[in-house]
């Protein structure tokens, strides 16, 4: 029996990634998964399977944002990550990465208006991913925990200074364009599973296609 396609989930350290995870599955409440509050908390790669779903989860390991870990423990997470994608990218049909929207602001500073020679780490993961044709959905997580207005200044921003390292994001629609050279994002909270349907039928459709 064929092997069931892999759907990958990815992204820094306690952004919501097994958060999302769990809302995907048929029995969210059973899924014993770490959902802990602790950044890096989700350590190992672990691929998730239930007969009512059509594919697989992988929800990798976070990393950058990680208290109380040493650089080089951050370094080694991130080798490792790089590894697996390398060995399995041909499993993967489509990718969400996992951004929260409250640290974007932050991570911007850091790298792209302080030191443009340094690629920001969310837009370095989105190139390299992109390098093995996997088709990817950005995910804005915990909308909920700012304003409307806060919301779209720093996704114009996010748009704006993805724009300068190639990378086209545009609002997502519920069909996934393969080949295309822009990458959607979704407004989401795993919290108030807003548009939580709407990342499913994303799913599917794409899965399908």
Known sequence: MKDKPSLLVIGNSNVGKSS???LLLPNPKNYKG???KQPGSTLMIKS?????????VVDLPGFGYMK???RRREEHIKKQLVIYVEKHYSDFFFGLVVLNILRIEDELQKYY???KTTIPLTFELIKFLSEYRIPLLVI???IDKVSVFDMKRIISLLIKSANEYGIRLVQSRDEYEKDSKE???LEFSALKKTNLDKLKKIINVTLQS
């Open 20 to 22: 999302i995870t769990r």
């Open 34 to 36: 770490k959902t802990g």
């Open 48 to 56: 998730i399977e239930f007969p009512q779903i059509p594919y697989k």
């Open 68 to 70: 109380g870990t040493s």
């Open 113 to 115: 208006l302080e030191s």
């Open 140 to 142: 804005l997580n915990k």
């Open 183 to 185: 990458i959607p994002y």
